[in-house]
Structure formats: structure tokens, C-alpha cells
């Protein structure tokens, strides 16, 4: 079994709830730590972004029994990267280039609404707050729903031709 069928399994597992906790939180620790590195890092952060699997993943924090959180943290990395990676066929010498776009990576943070992650003060060494800010600004815009009301006397969008009183709106 690979490690992203371990995570997936590992993940998605709730007969026991106590122990799913743990897990969860264990990865929310670990994924925290590797992204501060990460963060702290910048623009220095090449020998922690490209390398063999096992070695990337010990710079990074994760112990070999947590390879298949390593999985996971890649899998929730890989929106975030200008070239996708394959989790699933990650093994401990595979070779990864974990080319991130940071702006991308804030933005798709502020979605999952990991406050935990989006307000790691090492987000100073990459993104100054006024870009921070603008990144927020903008996804929070984006989550705005916009409808143009249609009036009574406009054209019906039905395409007849109609006001939209005479047609639709009936």
C-alpha cells in the first residue's frame, strides 16, 4: 500500500474517535511546522522544496512513520505548486520539486480557512502585509455572490425579444 492510500485510509477512518483526533491533530502540528520552515525560509528555501521524498520530508519535520502524513501535506500542497506533483506515487526516493507559488498558496489557505496557517507570522519573510491584505481583500471579494436584477421592463433573458414582464415573469 502507498503512503496516499495509507493517508486516505488514515484520514477518512472515524470508528474510533479519541484516536482519529489524535491523528488529525498530529497532521494540523506537522502541517503547521513544515509550512512555518517553509516560510522562514524564504527565498533560501530550495533544499527544503527539492530533493528525495524521505529527506524533504525529515527537513520538513516528519518523522519516516509519517510518511503518509508527508502524503497528505503534499496533497494539500499541490494546488498551490506551478507544476502538480503525484502523491500517489510517491515512494521514499522519489524525486520532488516542490515549486511553490506563494501568492497562490495564501489565497488557497485563506479558502481552506486555516487560520492557523495563513496567520503564521513567517508569512512576513515572503509576503508583505499590504500584499497580504490585498491577496484577503480580493478572496474575500471573490466569495461575494453578485446577481443583476432583471426589471420589469427589460428585455427577458429568455432571449424573446419580450419584456420581461409580458414573458417570464408571468
Not at 530550495?46 to 516528519?62: M, P, V
Not at 506551478?82 to 516542490?98: F, H, K, V, Y
Request: glycine content about 4%.
Amino acid at each position: 500500500m502507498s503512503y496516499f492510500e495509507d493517508w486516505n485510509k488514515n484520514i477518512n477512518y472515524s470508528d474510533d474517535q479519541t484516536k482519529y483526533s489524535a491523528y488529525v491533530q498530529h497532521y494540523y502540528d506537522l502541517e503547521k511546522n513544515a509550512y512555518n520552515i517553509i516560510l522562514a525560509a524564504y527565498p533560501n528555501h530550495q533544499s527544503l522544496t527539492e530533493g528525495k521524498a524521505l529527506d524533504l520530508a525529515a527537513a520538513l519535520g516528519f518523522q519516516k512513520d509519517d510518511m503518509e502524513i508527508f502524503a497528505g501535506f503534499l496533497d494539500g500542497l499541490n494546488p498551490s505548486l506551478t507544476t502538480r506533483i503525484d502523491p500517489e506515487a510517491m515512494d521514499d526516493d522519489s524525486d520532488l520539486a516542490l515549486d511553490i507559488d506563494f501568492e497562490k498558496l495564501f489565497w488557497n489557505m485563506r479558502d481552506a480557512k486555516a487560520d492557523w496557517l495563513y496567520e503564521l507570522p513567517s508569512w512576513n519573510h515572503v509576503l508583505p502585509k499590504e500584499k497580504r491584505m490585498d491577496i484577503t481583500k480580493k478572496f474575500r471579494e471573490s466569495k461575494i455572490v453578485h446577481t443583476e436584477k432583471i426589471g420589469r421592463n427589460d428585455p427577458c433573458p429568455c432571449g424573446s425579444g419580450r419584456k420581461y414582464k409580458q414573458c417570464c415573469m408571468k
